[in-house]
């Protein structure tokens, strides 16, 4: 096997995922991990009833049946989840099972992503854990057999790579139009994949250059006002790619060793401000995996902080959407040029409208993922709203995810609050039963309350089972 830079950033990424071990893996790391496991797969359980989801799901059926994997939240007589927009949904409880792993990882990934509830990394750095790993990790535990603790461990390893790799690109490729998690998710994904099925550090290292050929993602949806399908197709297909570079890997195929860092590598043809030294910065010593967080709202992450802190002015001082005659933003320059979208032709694109999510939030509960339904691109008080909110860039902020908000009312007063983090933070955790209470909403479109609830279990005893929970 040819080998091109043995010192590379991927051959140290690979080395270290290859020598981790359980026992080498911190208690409140192993916690985080599997909080994020189980979050994702309840992300899967509601998302599988989206039309985009259900697509998505019939071409896996369709095209890879006769595998040992899962669809998660897919009813096993094949149709969507029971509280689907399929109305032949059945109240089975079983999910879908006998499709192949790649077909499995997309489909579950897509379905994770389907309703932007999934987990990210803090600061961003266009990374989605449990979208991209998770799907893929389970599929290869279902195609091999793997234990819960070789699933675990595995995570933790893909999840160190994955968040050194989104960091070191300072979050500059969606500057030049490419949808983040698509180009770093394969990354992630084949360390998950390919550890659960065994490869060393030198396969590794193939699988990683392979996945740089099998990076995808484009924002065009942003500006098209259609489309938006295809944001979620993009977490799905990283998972996909995850598994194809480790099943390729594992048959002696090879890809660039410098893929990361090299000349027309990763990071200089899909970023315009790569950090080379970030790649492998504290492996090791300091845990990626600790800065996971979770979403309180059914939207883009830009948006968290201020409904977070809208909805506190409106608990506050006891006014409503009635009551605004005119809102101001001052945010990250990101938010202004991507999320400025006054329009929305779809809810794809109004979840990730930081103005339309805000107005929203004026009148309907934002936790609520039924206020982000069809109706509400209709509703006139919402449009108005909309049209209402002044955005412009501003610097200085605590982070890309902060903002300054001002709210003026029409009785004459200005209320002001800096919007800063939102409950998921990793400063700003969720409690254990605020976690337990997420899984159980959002599985109950596909499973009856007790077997949620003993699937949670297994999930939060993950290195204990025989093999990986499916449900």
Known sequence: MATAGAASASRRLAEFAANLRYEDIPAEVRERARDCIADTLACCVQGAGLPWSAAIAAYARRYAGGGPCTLFGVAASG??????????????????AGVTAPAAALANGAAAHAFELDSLRFPGAGVHPGATLVPALAAACQET???????????????????????????SSEKLGFHAPGLTGPYGAAIAAGLVHGL?????????????????GLLAFTKAGNG????????????????????????????????????????????????????TQGLGSAWETLNICFKRYPCHVTAQAPLQALRGLMAEH????ADIASMALGCSEKIVSHHDIRDPADIMAAQYSVPFCLALAQFRDPEDPGAFDASALRDPAIRQACERIALSAQAGLPSAWSARLAVRLRDGRTLETLADGFRGLP??????????????????????????????????????????PAG
């Open 79 to 96: 149709m969507s989840a029971p509280g689907s927009t399929d109305p032949g949904a059945t109240a089975s409880g079983a999910f879908t």
């Open 145 to 171: 057999g793997a234990s819960g603790r070789q699933a675990l461990t595995a995570f933790v390893a893909a999840c160190e790579v994955l968040f050194r790799i989104g960091a070191a690109t300072h979050h």
């Open 200 to 216: 060393d550090a030198g396969r590794l290292t193939q699988a990683l250059g392979i996945a740089g050929s099998l990076s995808a």
């Open 228 to 279: 938006g399908m295809v944001k979620r197709l993009h977490l799905g297909r990283a998972a996909e790619a995850g598994i194809v570079a480790a099943g390729l890997a594992a048959e002696g195929y090879e890809g660039p060793d410098t893929i990361l860092e090299g000349r027309y590598g990763f990071l200089q043809a899909y970023c315009s401000a790569g950090e080379p030294a970030l790649l």
């Open 318 to 321: 006891g006014f409503d959407g």
């Open 427 to 468: 400063a700003q955790p969720l409690s254990r039963e605020d976690m337990r209470r997420r899984f159980m909403l959002r599985t109950a479109a596909g499973l009856d309350a007790g077997a949620a609830a003993a699937w949670y279990d297994r999930l939060q005893d993950l290195e204990n089972q025989p093999a990986f």
